[in-house]
């Protein structure tokens, strides 16, 4: 049997850190939302336990890699054999603060449900991405989605169905860990209210969405990477209804409520983003998709 799972991209349309527990893991108020960009894992039988490769030499296959280690978890939690040939075909750039390695634990987890025919629910699948990292239990399933705590407190909120996501993503790689740290530090810590987001969402509209964008990472991550202030800036002055750093960055991204606009600034950011990846896709991941 062969099980093909797409592993979608997200990003943050609000990203605020609230609290820190004893044990060192921050407390969040998020807001995540799938985007039509994935990566494509495959699943087949193997006779030598887990085999992880991808399309990719810049990652590691191994057990350092979080879906290696969703595969394996998977396995002993339902006491199945690990016997399991995972491909990963890449798409979301890597350590761009999108989500990609999130993504690919989900499918892995999602897939293996597939191939072993377990039928086991999201909600204990939830229980095992939790384990491995506070996004993966949120790309279980996807969607526009509030998250609190660690990433284990999910509220879905109504799918923003219509207008466009201008993605730029400049040549850097981010350290997730080093921006948190960074930020723990600072003696001023940005904060925003997610009210007007939420209300935003629920209401549809999408001008006031774009308005409200928040993400207090931006506080660190800027300042080490003056390129991401300027994406935000071409955007803005380029018919934009709102820019933000997604995650710990480098990614940005721009709402825009016709295409035209999107891909006219688009051609803006070319020289700007120092030959990284610029793309328009629709908002949806319902509509369009482009895997």
């Given at each position: 049997?062969?099980?093909?799972?797409k592993a979608n991209a997200k990003i943050n349309l609000f990203l605020d850190i609230v609290g820190r527990r004893q044990d060192g893991y921050h407390l969040l108020e998020t807001i995540m939302h799938t985007i039509p960009l994935c990566d494509i894992v495959k699943i087949s039988a193997s006779k030598n336990g887990i085999a992880l490769s991808g399309s990719t030499n810049t990652l590691s296959w191994d057990r350092t890699n979080l879906a290696y280690r969703a595969a394996e978890k998977f396995c002993s939690r339902f006491n199945?054999?690990?016997?399991?040939?995972?491909?990963?075909?890449?798409?979301?750039p890597i350590a761009?603060?999108?989500?990609?390695?999130?993504?690919?634990?989900?499918?892995?987890?999602?897939g293996l449900n597939k191939f072993y025919g377990l039928n086991v629910d999201n909600q204990h699948l939830r229980e095992i991405a939790l384990e491995l990292g506070a996004d993966v239990p949120y790309c279980i399933e996807g969607g526009t989605v509030l998250a609190e705590g660690i990433g284990e407190k999910l509220t879905c909120l109504p799918t923003i169905s219509e207008g466009y996501v201008l993605l730029a993503v400049p040549p850097i790689a981010i350290s997730t860990a080093e921006i948190y740290n960074k930020w723990d530090v600072l003696d001023i810590k940005p904060h925003s209210d997610i009210g007007p987001v939420?209300?935003?969402?629920?209401?549809?509209?999408?001008?006031?969405?774009?308005?409200?964008?928040f993400n207090t990472l931006e506080a660190v991550t800027t300042?080490?990477?003056?390129?991401?202030?300027?994406?935000?800036?071409?955007?803005?002055?380029?018919?934009?209804?709102?820019?933000?750093?997604?995650?710990?960055?480098?990614?940005?991204?721009g709402l825009f409520d016709e295409?035209?606009?999107?891909?006219?600034?688009?051609?803006?950011?070319?020289?700007?983003?120092?030959?990284?990846?610029?793309?328009?896709?629709?908002?949806?991941?319902?509509?369009?998709?482009?895997?």
């Open positions: 049997m062969n099980i093909i799972e199945v054999p690990c016997d399991v040939s995972i491909y990963i075909e890449k798409h979301i761009a603060g999108l989500g990609g390695g999130s993504a690919d634990a989900a499918a892995v987890l999602r939420i209300e935003a969402i629920e209401e549809k509209n999408l001008p006031i969405i774009g308005k409200h964008l300042k080490c990477y003056p390129i991401i202030s300027q994406i935000e800036r071409v955007m803005m002055l380029n018919g934009c209804l709102g820019s933000c750093m997604s995650g710990s960055g480098p990614s940005v991204f295409l035209i606009k999107a891909e006219k600034c688009r051609d803006k950011l070319q020289n700007v983003t120092q030959g990284g990846v610029t793309i328009v896709l629709p908002i949806s991941h319902q509509e369009g998709k482009i895997c």
